[in-house]
């Protein structure tokens, strides 16, 4: 059985940073392309970040470029999201997924068919 627990999240200041931490049991990530996805209030769930299963293809968000960093631990299994220079629109509950084996968008969630339960970030002014 997968499971995809996220944890990390919390509420800070703008231009403030904070690691999210996904981790994962019943797969091997490295196995696996991996992402982020967030869903602020009253907005539907958007991509932030993804890697495919080798790790040389990354993708962003253009409105978190710059600022995130998708990595994984293969030892620990766990997958993190390095965010720095947080913005109060970046305040969402941020989702793990675990991308399908076949063919589709890294950008899109439908791509992705293991979820974690997700973890609040509040960024304040």
């Known amino acids: 059985q997968v499971q995809l627990v996220e944890s990390g999240g919390g509420s800070v200041q703008a231009g403030d940073s904070l690691r999210l931490s996904c981790a994962v049991s019943?797969?091997?990530?490295?196995?696996?392309?991996m992402g982020w996805f967030r869903r602020a209030p009253g907005k539907e769930r958007e991509f932030v970040a993804a890697?495919?299963?080798?790790?040389?293809?990354?993708y962003y968000a253009d409105s978190v470029k710059g600022r995130f960093t998708i990595s994984r631990d293969n030892a620990k299994n766990t997958v993190y999201l390095q965010m720095n220079s947080l913005k109060p629109e970046d305040t969402a509950v941020y989702y793990c997924?675990?991308?399908?084996?076949?063919?589709?968008?890294?950008?899109?969630?439908?791509?992705?068919?293991?979820w974690g339960q997700g973890t609040q970030v509040t960024v304040s002014s």
């Open positions: 997924a675990k991308k399908t084996r076949r063919t589709g968008s890294y950008y899109a969630d439908v791509s992705f068919d293991s």
């Open positions: 019943g797969l091997t990530v490295r196995s696996y392309g």
């Open positions: 890697f495919n299963w080798s790790g040389t293809s990354i």
